[in-house]
């Protein structure tokens, strides 16, 4: 088939796109690269093209912009993991800044008050992680995909994810290769908590006993637990029948210890989660008499440091499991008088009317808050919304919708729960009234 296009382009970075590629255009066409910053002039391999946009990987340019470091990671930018590397780290804030910043001025809110950036580790942060397994010429590569190919990265280490689930990466590699059928292992994931370390380990066909046993080396090896996945997430168990299914964490500025299973959603950044809960509750202030409603609530990660403050609370979620884990974490840290929660599908415009609130609390996935924000945020006791976001675009659109209401943007800020990748977390307050939120 012949190509639609050349193997490499050289062009003017003229922008940094919000998923960290540079930006430009060969002939009235758009390219995006890794590794390319504004103000370079890069030449870069096509790797894709998608929608008439040209993908591709720059080379290092010998005129290099004055916001470039060497990437202190070797895999970048081939590995898919990090698309910032080779930025400064105080300009990868600014750009995640003005990122929100740009995209909620796009829907005409104005936020009354910028909050400064919120960092905290830069390396081994990452306690969740789904990496990709491929078996090439014999040789198993354990990592995370490459930029715009399903190709796994051959890395035997990593900057990012946490200590022992970097360390182990080789002897995983090496276990799997071992296995009797190491090309039916499409995948692991990794799960930490303050303590335990586990690899969620998806295989598609039997396991022998000689496969449990060299798993059971590489748990005696690493002090990382293997959960296999045979099917579904239902069919997740632990290696060693007899041993302990969920792991744990701390939010010891609440008081709060957190009990979860491999399979559920927790906040990829640990110590940057401890922050984004205090931060959270500070500009909230549920006050004792109060009432809070917590949406995508998880295993309880907001809802229980609201009835530690003695406010309660009601949780909804539409994961079964993470519903009963929250039930339980809230009985075990002594809340459940003040906290309860239940299962809903929140997406659904059918779901049921919710409690009547002083505050909601709102950290949905990446789609945003779905269609029944309108109906939510109608309520006349409501009096402050602090919402929770990993897409900046979804949070500008929703707070573009909350202005309508009446609810402005009173402030925001965001939280660099994943350094070196292009990812922006955002914390905002939004108040009934105040500042003139649209345009
Ligand atoms: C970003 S996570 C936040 C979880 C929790 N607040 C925390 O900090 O750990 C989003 C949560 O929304 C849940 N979720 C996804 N789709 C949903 C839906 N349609 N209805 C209710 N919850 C949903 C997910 O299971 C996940 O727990």
Not at 62 to 71: D, L, M, P
Request: hydrophobic share 40%; net charge neutral.
């Amino acid at each position: 088939m012949a190509r639609r296009g050349p193997r490499e382009v050289t062009f003017e970075v003229t922008d940094l796109g919000d998923d960290g590629l540079g930006v430009g255009a060969v002939d009235g066409r758009e390219v995006r690269a890794r590794n390319a910053l504004p103000g370079e002039s890069v030449s870069a391999r096509v790797l894709k093209r998608r929608r008439g946009v040209w993908f591709g990987a720059a080379d290092t340019p010998e005129a290099a912009s004055s916001a470039r470091v060497a990437a202190p990671c070797p895999n970048f930018p081939r590995c898919g993991g990090c698309a910032l590397q080779h930025l400064d780290y105080g300009r990868q804030l600014e750009h995640k800044q003005a990122t929100l910043a740009d995209l909620l001025g796009a829907e005409g809110v104005a936020p009354g008050r910028w909050r400064a950036p919120v960092s905290g580790p830069r390396f081994h942060y990452r306690y969740k992680a789904r990496l990709g397994v491929r078996v090439v010429g014999g040789e198993p590569l354990v990592g995370f995909r490459e930029g715009f190919s399903n190709r796994v990265a051959r890395m035997t280490d990593c900057l990012t994810l946490a200590r022992p689930f970097a360390a182990m990466l080789p002897e995983l590699g090496a276990t799997i290769a071992a296995l009797r059928e190491p090309d039916r292992v499409p995948q692991v994931e990794v799960a930490g908590g303050d303590r335990d370390f586990v690899i969620i380990l998806r295989h598609l066909g039997e396991l022998d006993e000689a496969d449990l046993r060299a798993l059971s080396g590489f748990e005696g090896r690493t002090g990382v637990r293997v959960f296999l996945q045979s099917g579904g997430y239902d069919t997740v168990q632990p290696l060693a029948a007899d041993a302990p299914s969920s792991l744990t964490y701390a939010v010891p500025e609440f008081g709060l210890c957190l009990s979860f299973l491999p399979t559920d959603f927790t906040q990829v950044n640990p110590a940057m989660n401890r922050r984004l809960v205090q931060r959270t509750l500070l500009a909230l202030a549920p006050s004792p008499g109060e009432h809070v409603v917590d949406l995508f609530c998880g295993i309880g990660n907001f809802t229980l440091a609201v009835a530690r403050l003695g406010a309660t609370v009601s949780g909804f979620e539409s994961a079964a499991g993470a519903v009963a884990r929250a039930g339980i974490n809230a009985r075990r840290n002594g809340l459940a008088g003040r906290a309860e929660f239940a299962v809903a599908d929140l997406y659904d415009a059918r779901c049921p009317t919710l409690p009547d609130a002083d505050c909601l609390l709102l950290d949905p996935p990446r789609s945003g808050a779905g269609p029944n924000l309108e109906r939510w945020a109608d309520s006349s006791r409501l009096s402050r919304i602090a919402y929770v976001s990993c897409n900046p675009r979804t949070f500008a659109a929703d707070a573009a919708r909350l202005a309508t209401l009446g609810f402005s943007l009173q402030e925001v800020g965001i939280f660099d729960m994943f350094p070196h990748t292009a990812h922006v977390e955002t914390l905002g307050l939004f108040v009934r009234g105040g500042v003139a939120a649209r345009g």
